[in-house]
């Protein structure tokens, strides 16, 4: 089994997920992020590709704050931080190994425009999987049943 998560443009959403829809794999998650990789620091007048990439929270604070000059007002310096984060969305999906290519194919294909902030995707393994409600395992817990698919 496989975790397909992905990081993309709010827009390429959709077309991901209906492609998804179309080949059978209605059980995503989905959640809204925000990060930052290659994009330049707003202020930060460091050369192109200047990362921005610190994690979220104090230090990534810190971070941006030596970036972008220690001397701007409170406010100012408050602005920079939040400005470099980009607004994404996660995607999740747990397959089995022989559909994880597939996935990946799909939000390639649906997310890809040549710029910088296209997103990542990720595939992990899983080790096991679970269906809190029936007490299945494995792979019988990643897709939804017959009868629901019949109803798509």
């Known amino acids: ?72 007002p409170v406010g100012e310096l408050a602005a920079r931080r939040r400005s470099y984060l980009r607004s994404n969305v996660k995607i999740e999906c747990a397959v089995s190994d022989g559909d994880a290519p597939t996935i990946v194919d799909t939000i390639l294909r649906h997310a890809r425009t040549g710029s910088i902030g296209d997103g990542k995707v990720f595939v992990l393994p899983v080790e096991q999987a679970y269906r809190i409600r029936t007490g299945e395992a494995g792979e019988d817990t990643l897709q939804a049943h017959s009868r629901v698919l019949a109803a798509l």
């Open 1 to 72: 089994m496989k975790m397909v998560m992905a990081y993309v443009r709010e827009e390429a959403f959709e077309p991901i997920r209906s492609e998804l829809l179309e080949l059978g794999f209605p059980c995503v998650t989905v959640c809204a992020a925000q990060g930052s990789g290659r994009q330049e620091v707003a202020g930060a007048g460091g050369s192109a590709g200047a990362s921005a990439g610190a994690a979220v929270g104090a230090s990534a604070g810190a971070a941006v704050g030596a970036a972008v000059g220690a001397s701007a």
